[in-house]
């Protein structure tokens, strides 16, 4: 889907500033916290990180970027229970306005709805018999198609062609794997786009280097 999660190569963002070498983990102790939660989480709820993510991109604008990284993790967070019944919709609302003194009533906890997923091994490499369909070397287009489900298939590399820098193992497929329709792993491919390609003539010129699935990738026409 096209969320707002994909803001890669969208203007009006101003310049990227490298990290300062002596930048702590986390800047304030609740932002561990909220990074400890979303682990958490993910475990109670049976969500995988591509589910996570997923929940990410259906932030709203508020969700997503006022209340700052790690409190984007935790809205997050609060969708993946929600979706999967460990939580009721209206419970964490419920809980912050009684903590603050108020009297509410909380709703009653639901049944459970996690999902009936197991991976097939540890992480996310897994081994394929067929061989790479592209090689180093290879120039090769990212399909110009927006899904309506989860991707990692960044938007302002579609329809663009690149070179095939490194053919990388293969990984489970995001797109299936977030909405628990199986793992489909596939190779990985580090793809090299000319900055011009992607923003046109009067773009800074440097190269991009961006790992894309394979199901991603097509010859050039």
Known sequence: MD?????GGTEGWGPAHPPRGDEP???EAWQGRAFALTLLSEQVSGYNVDAFRHALERLDRTAYLDDGYYGRWLNASELMLTDSAI???AAIDARARNLRGERVE??????????????AAEGSLRTVDAAP?????????AKDMSPAGHTRLAGYVRGHTGVVALVQPAAVLPDTNAHFLGENPQYVYSVRFDSRELWGADAEPFAL???LFESYLEEPA
Do not use: N, Q
């Not at 009653?108 to 709805?113: G, R």
């Not at 369909?133 to 287009?141: E, I, L, N, S, T």
């Open 3 to 7: 969320g707002i999660a994909d803001m």
């Open 25 to 27: 983990v986390f800047e």
């Open 87 to 89: 939580l009721a919709p």
């Open 106 to 119: 909380e709703p009653p906890i639901p049944e459970p709805a996690k999902p009936g997923h197991a991976p």
């Open 133 to 141: 369909a592209f090689a180093a070397g290879a120039r090769v287009r």
């Open 209 to 211: 280097t961006v790992e």
